[in-house]
């Protein structure tokens, strides 16, 4: 079980490029040295999979530097939201990807945006990327549900990263992982600490996100009543779904990066826990779920 749950980790870069979440452990962006000590115990830890973006400050780069194509690991990337409508765009735009990445091909190449299913050009592009070799997969990350079904029934999409948390059901009560599975694509689910709110203590959490508190509340006791830390509750909670193919986590430091790998040793008792969160919180508000509302 925990060689499985080890297989559905994905370490994000966001937090490697920029400053970024509401729980920054460091309150600033690490060094160079600091990123690479954590991407080299990700890698030690048994993690194959990361993901990175053009939007994400200097992650890409940072990555290059690492050197982390050479070391066989599965990289997302992410077109810049802004490219123009052309194929030809969308190429220049992985090209600078990959000089960035000093890799020659990358795992999946994703859209920021679902609205841009729409645009010709862009899918061009990527369907030519894929032809070409330079990425394995074409991927979309979403945050509504109503987009997550268009990704899911779209013919060019393999994979489709998701927000997925504890407190967000909303694709569970849609049908999106059963239209998702038939379809074959895979599932990447983000967010699984809802950016940091989930750890906070209720009052900090309320402060931070008006409406928060007392759903942070009843998270945090049924996970103590269950014998669960925080951490433990929320990552088990998104690794335990058996429709969820990875669940990408970010990091600030390597102490941060080891308590979340031993997490996994956890995962064979989780299935109560499990049931009693879903039971919870079917009906947690969007002001609380969607951070682009906060």
């Known amino acids: 079980m925990m060689q499985d749950l080890t297989a559905k980790l994905c370490l994000g870069t966001v937090q490697l490029g920029m400053k970024y979440g509401v729980k920054n452990e460091l309150g600033r962006q690490p060094t160079d040295e600091e990123a690479f000590s954590v991407l080299d115990a990700a890698l030690a830890a048994g993690i194959t999979a990361f993901d990175t973006a053009r939007a994400y400050g200097t992650a890409e780069e940072l990555l290059g530097r690492f050197g982390l194509a050479e070391k066989g690991a599965h990289i997302v990337s992410k077109l810049h939201p802004n490219t123009a409508n052309r194929e030809e765009a969308v190429l220049s735009e992985l090209h600078e990807s990959l000089q960035s990445l000093r890799a020659k091909k ?100 309320e402060a931070s996100v008006s409406g928060s508190g007392v759903f942070v509340s009843k998270f945090q006791d049924i996970a103590r009543k269950e014998g669960y830390m925080n951490t433990e509750a929320a990552m088990l909670y998104v690794l335990s779904h058996p429709q969820i193919d990875g669940v990408i986590f970010g990091v600030d430091t390597v102490e941060q990066l080891r308590e979340n790998v031993k997490i996994l040793k956890r995962g064979e008792e989780f299935s109560s826990c499990r049931k009693q969160f879903r039971r919870s919180f079917e009906n947690v508000p969007r002001e609380v779920v969607v951070p682009s509302l906060w």
Request: glycine share 8%; with cysteine.
């Open 106 to 205: 990358i795992f999946c190449y994703m859209l920021h945006r679902a609205g841009d299913l729409q645009k010709s050009g862009i899918m061009a592009g990527l369907s030519k990327a894929k032809a070409l070799g330079l990425t394995k997969t074409i991927g979309v990350s979403i945050y509504e549900p109503e987009e997550a079904m268009e990704a899911a029934l779209h013919p060019l999409v393999d994979v489709i990263q998701i927000p997925y948390n504890v407190l967000d059901q909303r694709l569970d009560a849609c049908g999106f992982f059963l239209q998702a599975a038939k379809n074959g694509k895979r599932v990447y689910a983000r967010s699984a600490f809802l950016q940091g709110l989930l750890l906070m203590s209720p009052q900090e959490a």
